[in-house]
């Protein structure tokens, strides 16, 4: 069993509070995990909207013409965000606020934020894995943020990150409020199986890789 990773940020902060914590965390070790990067009022609403979601959709590997489900790597089914919705925007402009930080501060040249929510049943998972091959130049930023609250070590789906100096892996509680941010090529890391149903919202800052012969796929 993983041991789980001490979780103690305090929740004194607004969310821009913390960008430049994410900054230096980026710059010093490529990772962060902030236990309470938002509070209730933020993520509250964000939890009841995805679990108002009707249609989920079984996640997959892959992009475009390689996309196919493998439910030996990943179980969890995904709903991509809504610019149009009240919730969804409000997560999707706050994003917005750290792209432009991070361009400023870490010169990332990140492009665009797309993101979804992912929802775990019992027992569902997703190996370890990495979010992006490396030179593949595409998402370049991993970042979660879990929807769970009251969540205990016995409900399972942790998230566990693999740096390099600790191949044993740092485990973390998907607890509400709480954010994972991280070098998309360069850091190993999966969800242990839920025991109870789980939510969060993956995302991806990318880089556009359009040329002057291909355009950058849509998600």
């Keep these: 069993m993983i041991p789980l990773a001490l979780q103690s940020f305090s929740a004194s902060l607004p969310p821009e509070g913390y960008f430049e914590v994410i900054v230096d965390a980026l710059r010093d070790k490529g990772w962060i995990v902030l236990p309470n990067f938002v509070d209730q009022s933020f993520w509250l609403p964000l939890l009841q909207r995805a679990q108002s979601i009707d249609d989920y959709t079984p996640a997959g590997i892959g ?3 390689s996309f196919r489900e493998n439910p030996f790597v990943r179980s969890d089914a995904i709903r991509w965000l809504d610019r149009d919705n009240g919730e969804d925007g409000q997560w999707l402009a706050l994003m917005e606020e750290l792209r432009l930080v991070l361009n400023s501060r870490l010169f990332l040249g990140l492009f665009e934020f797309e993101c979804h929510y992912a929802s775990y049943g019992c027992g569902s998972f997703y190996k370890r894995h990495l979010d992006a091959f490396k030179g593949q130049g595409i998402r370049i930023l991993s970042v979660v943020l879990y929807l769970n609250p009251q ?3 016995g409900d399972g789906g942790e ?8 191949p044993e ?12 941010v991280f070098l998309s090529e360069d850091f190993p890391h999966e969800v242990l199986p839920a025991n109870r149903v789980r939510y969060s919202i993956a995302g991806w800052f990318r880089i556009n890789t359009t040329t002057g012969e291909i355009l950058d796929p849509p998600h």
């Design 169 to 180: 892996g740092h485990a973390f509680l998907p607890r509400a409020g709480t954010m994972a």
């Design 159 to 166: 998230f566990v990150i693999y740096p390099e100096d600790a």
């Design 63 to 65: 992009r475009g013409d």
């Design 151 to 153: 969540w205990q070590p």
